[in-house]
């Protein structure tokens, strides 16, 4: 199983941004899924979660400018980030909780690598 996030870039405070994770390799079943990010030089932040139901939680600091989104059919996660912040700047990263099918029938979290967001005018 491999995780790839993608979208980053960089955005004017207020402005909107979307990522996207990608689930990919010999998948056997994905269950929750969650978005981290990282400072450089500050421990990695949970941002959110998106539960196999699609129940979704957040972090304090996004709840109510973030929404993370599930497609199952595509193995895919979403993250709309709105009302951005330079606050918000950092390398976003992915992982989910999944069974890769060629390991047997054990779920583990898999992490993708990160993208950059960058929230600057």
Not at 33 to 42: A, L, T
Not at 62 to 90: C, Y
Request: glycine share 12%.
């Amino acid at each position: 199983v491999q995780l790839q996030a993608s979208g980053g870039g960089l955005v004017q405070p207020g402005g909107s941004l979307r990522l996207s994770c990608a689930v990919t390799g010999s998948i056997g079943g994905i269950q929750d899924m969650e978005w981290y990010r990282q400072v450089p030089g500050k421990q990695r932040e949970y941002v959110g979660r998106i539960t196999e139901f699609a129940d979704t939680f957040y972090a304090e600091s996004v709840k109510g400018r973030f929404t993370i989104s599930r497609h199952n059919a595509e193995n895919t996660m979403s993250l709309q980030m709105s009302s951005l912040k330079p606050e918000d700047t950092a390398v976003y990263y992915c992982r989910s909780y999944a069974k890769d099918s060629s390991l047997g029938a054990i779920y583990l979290w898999y992490w993708g690598q990160g993208t950059q967001v960058t929230v600057s005018s």
